[in-house]
């Protein structure tokens, strides 16, 4: 499989994978019942998932998982909304995310080339063009920054697809087609991830897994 010029266009458009009008309305009560206080994390803080609210599916857990993939490859499911840590023996580590939204989908292999500890957001020219109201620039660690505390991002050939592995504002959108192509995650598990993926790491992005992944 490969990444479409389509779906990398579409990608590098919406790097961030989120448009900030989908941040929660953090007054509303259903939103922050999705919540559980702040966590401190290198200088800046970041809301805690309440993972009562959250499906257990979705929790991250040790599975049985069958593939000729490599130890250490990351393989994300988009169709089930699991992203996976092949382990040895048969194992896998997983994680509930969240997918891109129809029309900005995409299968293939790529590697994390760049890692980023409360990344900036930038939005590219297209994304500004499709929603001239974004900010040009969101620091690290702002509260309405849709990248959160760690962002990977994804490489292919030596280019930048524009597609990263990121934290989420939104933890009901874990286990949904939501973003611009990016992979959401609870904050509490792009952190894990960060600490588990080194630079190089291999990743495989396919439409459905089929049978393979428990």
């Known amino acids: 499989m490969s990444i479409s010029r389509r779906s990398f266009l579409a990608g590098s458009a919406a790097?961030?994978?989120?448009?900030?009008?989908?941040?929660?309305a953090f007054g509303n009560t259903a939103a922050n019942a999705y919540f559980n206080g702040y966590v401190a994390d290198n200088g800046f803080r970041y809301r805690s998932t309440n993972f009562k609210k959250?499906?257990?599916?979705?929790?991250r857990q040790m599975?049985?998982?069958?593939?000729?993939?490599r130890p250490g490859t990351v393989v994300v499911d988009t169709r089930n909304h699991f992203l996976y840590v092949i382990w040895e023996n048969n194992?896998?580590?997983?994680?509930?995310?969240?997918?891109?939204?129809?029309?900005?989908?995409?299968?293939?292999?790529a590697r994390i080339d760049r890692k980023a500890l409360w990344p900036r957001w930038v939005p590219p020219p297209e994304m500004?063009?499709?929603?001239?109201?974004?900010?040009?620039?969101?620091?690290g660690g702002a509260a309405n920054n849709p990248l959160g505390p760690r962002a990977l991002y994804l490489y292919r050939d030596g280019a930048d697809t524009g597609y990263r592995l990121h934290s989420t504002l939104e933890p009901w959108s874990i286990g949904r087609d939501v973003s611009s192509g990016c992979i959401r995650m609870f904050p509490e598990d792009v952190i894990d991830l960060y600490q588990r993926c080194p630079?190089?790491?291999?990743?495989l992005v396919l439409e459905h897994l089929g049978a393979n992944a428990g």
Do not use: C, M, N
Not at 54 to 59: L, S
Not at 92 to 105: Q, S
Not at 128 to 139: A, F, H, I, T
Not at 199 to 203: H, R
């Open 128 to 139: 500004l063009k499709r929603q001239p109201d974004l900010p040009r620039l969101v620091e």
């Open 199 to 203: 630079k190089g790491t291999q990743v």
């Open 54 to 59: 959250i499906d257990p599916v979705w929790h």
């Open 15 to 24: 790097s961030a994978g989120l448009a900030l009008t989908g941040v929660p």
């Open 63 to 69: 599975v049985k998982y069958f593939s000729p993939e």
């Open 91 to 109: 194992t896998a580590l997983r994680y509930g995310v969240g997918v891109g939204r129809e029309g900005f989908k995409w299968y293939g292999r």
